[in-house]
């Protein structure tokens, strides 16, 4: 095994066990809530009880699982993690309700670093599967963006190729999209220069040519990929 393949498989047991951990917290800082007993003063409120902590612990484990996973998840990472903490915390509130801890019409405290307010059961829960929708949302649109700038559903095609290029001018189109010329070698050591149409933050990173290898100067069959990994090979 080498030691790319070695550390990308340590990363993604690290992803699992942490999203376990997100679930995990998030499930008994709901679940356990009603159970918490508090002690107030003059200064405040607070308790001794691991499942008051709960919510800043998930937080923590949140943003962790949010830094280890990003490079698998790319832009759709912060969606994903957001929606994956509300549904371990939905879920809480379900086998509460179904332990018969709690109905759906009590009121109840949520503390979320600071008191988050007083609702009903019922209600905590349409925040919560409002919060899990906004983050699939965010999950999916991050995903689109992130394989159309990488081309990774056209790099797994057999028929394309991909090489290390350069950009080379720029003609605005729409937004923040213009016109370039794409150069590189294909696998037959031949220099090609197509037009494309690319994001401007590719001007600025290292990019490769994902092209048809039948017909290499073929705009229609060629795009632009902007890795995330600065040393690239040519395949």
């Known amino acids: 095994m080498s030691r790319k393949t070695y550390g990308l498989t340590l990363r993604g047991l690290a992803c699992v066990?942490?999203?376990?951990?997100?679930?995990?917290?998030?499930?008994?800082?709901?679940?356990?809530?009603?159970?918490?007993?508090?002690?107030?003063d003059g200064e405040g409120c607070g308790s001794d009880q691991f499942a008051a902590l709960a919510p800043e612990l998930g937080i923590a484990s949140t943003v962790l699982l949010g830094f280890?996973?990003?490079?698998?998840?790319?832009?759709?990472?912060?969606?994903?993690v957001i929606a994956?903490?509300?549904?371990?915390?939905?879920?809480?509130?379900?086998?509460?309700v179904s332990d018969r801890r709690v109905a759906y019409d009590t009121v109840t405290d949520?503390?979320?670093?600071?008191?988050a307010g007083r609702h009903t059961v019922s209600g905590w829960l349409a925040f919560l599967w409002s919060v899990a929708a906004a983050g699939c949302f965010v999950a999916v649109w991050g995903a689109a963006v992130s394989l159309r700038r990488t081309a990774a559903l056209r790099r797994l095609r057999g028929e394309f190729s991909t090489a290390q290029a350069r950009l080379e001018g720029w003609r605005p189109v729409r937004g923040r999209r213009g016109e370039v010329t794409v150069v590189f070698h294909d696998t037959q050591g031949i220099r090609h220069a197509v037009p494309v149409v690319v994001d401007r933050a590719a001007l600025?990173?290292?990019?490769?040519?994902?092209?048809?290898?039948?017909?290499?100067?073929?705009?229609?069959?060629?795009r632009v990929a902007v890795p995330r990994r600065r040393l690239l090979r040519s395949s």
């Open 17 to 40: 066990l942490l999203a376990w951990q997100v679930w995990l917290v998030w499930h008994l800082s709901t679940y356990d809530v009603t159970a918490v007993a508090w002690a107030c």
């Open 204 to 222: 600025d990173r290292p990019v490769l040519a994902v092209y048809d290898r039948s017909r290499p100067a073929d705009p229609r069959r060629t």
């Open 68 to 80: 280890v996973a990003a490079r698998f998840l790319h832009r759709a990472t912060a969606g994903a």
């Open 84 to 96: 994956l903490s509300a549904c371990g915390a939905a879920a809480g509130w379900y086998d509460a």
């Open 110 to 115: 949520f503390m979320l670093v600071v008191p």
